[in-house]
């Protein structure tokens, strides 16, 4: 494998992570438990930041393009949930 390869996959495991940790932050809400859920949207919203600062350093322009329409629909999600 290549590291441009190894790259996108870990800007892909980083948005899959934020999307987990986003469910998490609602069911934490839907219990009750608000700082919980204020704790784990800080670490989506870190797993956001930390793949957008690695899609800079993806050269394919294909994988680029679908990872980036992938972020604009997690920073969406986070925005909703004030993340």
Do not use: C, W
């Amino acid at each position: 494998m290549d590291a441009d390869q190894t790259r996108i996959e870990f800007v892909e495991r980083e948005i899959d992570l934020s999307f987990t940790f986003l469910n998490l932050a609602s069911t934490e809400r839907g219990l009750g438990d608000e700082p919980h859920a204020q704790s784990v949207l800080s670490k989506a919203r870190l797993g956001y930041e930390t793949a957008v600062r690695f899609l800079g350093y993806v050269r394919d322009l294909e994988a680029k393009d679908r990872l980036e329409v992938e972020l604009e629909r997690l920073l969406r999600a986070l925005d909703r949930a004030g993340g």
